[in-house]
């Protein structure tokens, strides 16, 4: 069965400070991918990165950067120097063959001035 | 327009009340989908249209009724719902490759549904 556990169901910062959100997946497929998705409160949700199982190399945009490791099962999101219009719902979501993205609970991230 | 968007983005039924939600992409994608967002719930994936034919029906009620009468439109047919299907629902599309792993989804910005 695949899975997808975001164990932070909140997360409280003041502005500037380097915030990880973490992300735990599970599948026995050995070809998947791995997304982060964005929800602010207007509710759309916004695409921020795809990962496929075979490219375990971090990646860095801007002020966002992810770490990937399979030998953990975990896809962690950092966003450094965090602004107050990163405050939004953030969601780690998988996808294996048979075309369904299986998405996390979810972590609300508040950054506070 | 551009993306996928949704109309309406705000709807109250009564329970016995008949409504429609309708998605548009104009992003060229060939899949279409539906979600059930309700509050402190991971996002519930309801239906999938690849190439406007219905490939999963997520053991959703007969009371939502998707329609895709085309690649780049989707409905979701409501009627006699339950005040526990108020919920903010998201329609995405995406193109899908032929070994069934997604592309990235796209999301439209939700209709915040209220059953009262």
């Known amino acids: 069965a695949q899975k997808v556990t975001q164990a932070q169901t909140e997360i409280s910062v003041v502005e500037k400070e380097d915030v990880t959100l973490d992300c735990v997946y599970e599948?026995?497929?050995?070809?998947?991918?791995l997304f982060w998705y964005k929800q602010p409160p207007s509710g759309e949700l916004v695409f921020l990165i795809r990962r496929n199982s075979f490219d375990e190399q971090n990646e860095i945009s801007g002020r966002y950067s992810w770490n990937f490791q399979k030998s953990t099962s975990s896809f962690n999101f950092t966003i450094t120097a965090s602004q107050v219009v990163d405050s939004a719902v953030y969601f780690c979501?998988?996808?294996?063959?048979?075309?369904?993205?299986?998405f996390g609970q979810g972590t609300e991230l508040s950054v506070k001035p | 327009e551009t993306g996928v968007t949704q109309t309406p983005r705000h709807l109250v039924m009564g329970m016995t009340n008949k409504k429609s939600l309708k998605c548009e992409q104009h992003?060229?994608?060939?899949?279409m989908y539906w979600y059930k967002q309700s509050a402190k719930k991971p996002l519930e994936l309801m239906f999938v249209?690849?190439?406007?034919?219905?490939?999963e029906n997520n053991s959703v009620p007969s009371r939502f009724s998707p329609e895709c009468p085309n690649s780049s439109h989707l409905f979701l047919h409501l009627h006699t719902l339950q005040p526990e299907d108020s919920a903010l629902y998201l329609c995405a599309s995406s193109q899908d490759r032929p070994d069934r792993i997604l592309g990235e989804q796209f999301f439209g910005p939700g209709t915040r549904l209220t059953v009262l």
């Open positions: 992003l060229g994608h060939n899949a």
């Open positions: 249209y690849n190439f406007k034919e219905q490939t």
């Open positions: 599948t026995r497929d050995t070809t998947y991918y």
């Open positions: 979501a998988l996808s294996v063959s048979g075309g369904k993205l299986i």
